[in-house]
């Protein structure tokens, strides 16, 4: 029973509150401003790597080719 009223007292104590007016957004930027935006500069996780399409080789050859220790 002291659960419940623990419960029910911040339930009627906040239905009973004045409700939380937010602030005004005028200060706050548009949204398609276009003003706000900038094209992004190349760097390097915009660059591209230009790969050529090739057959698959035989994976214990290419295992081997990039050991650290090289071929075994």
Not at 51 to 72: F, H, M
């Amino acid at each position: 029973m002291k659960i419940l009223f623990a419960a029910a007292v911040p339930l009627a104590l906040a239905g009973c509150a004045q409700p939380y007016a937010p602030p005004v957004a005028t200060p706050l930027t548009r949204a398609a401003d276009p003003s706000t935006s900038r094209a992004a500069r190349p760097g390097p996780g915009v660059a591209n790597t230009l790969r050529t399409i090739a057959e698959p080789e035989d994976w214990r050859r290419l295992n081997d080719a990039q050991a650290p220790g090289g071929s075994s």
